[in-house]
């Protein structure tokens, strides 16, 4: 059992060596595209969710 362990281990260890890791550059730059594309679908849900609820309230009355 601690050899199929250690294997796995091991080969785990070989895969992640074949991983082609992004650029510190990279990395920031998709972080803030993610950031502003949160941002804006915030946004765009806010205004809706504004509008939707006047638009209730006027027919609630």
Request: no cysteine.
């Amino acid at each position: 059992m601690f050899g199929k362990v250690g294997s796995f281990f091991q080969e785990t260890k070989q895969e992640l060596n074949k991983v082609t890791w992004p650029s510190r550059h990279e990395v920031v730059q998709a972080t803030i595209v993610v950031i502003f594309t949160t941002f804006l679908m915030a946004l765009y849900v806010g205004v809706i969710d504004f509008f939707l609820s006047s638009f209730m309230r006027v027919i609630l009355g």
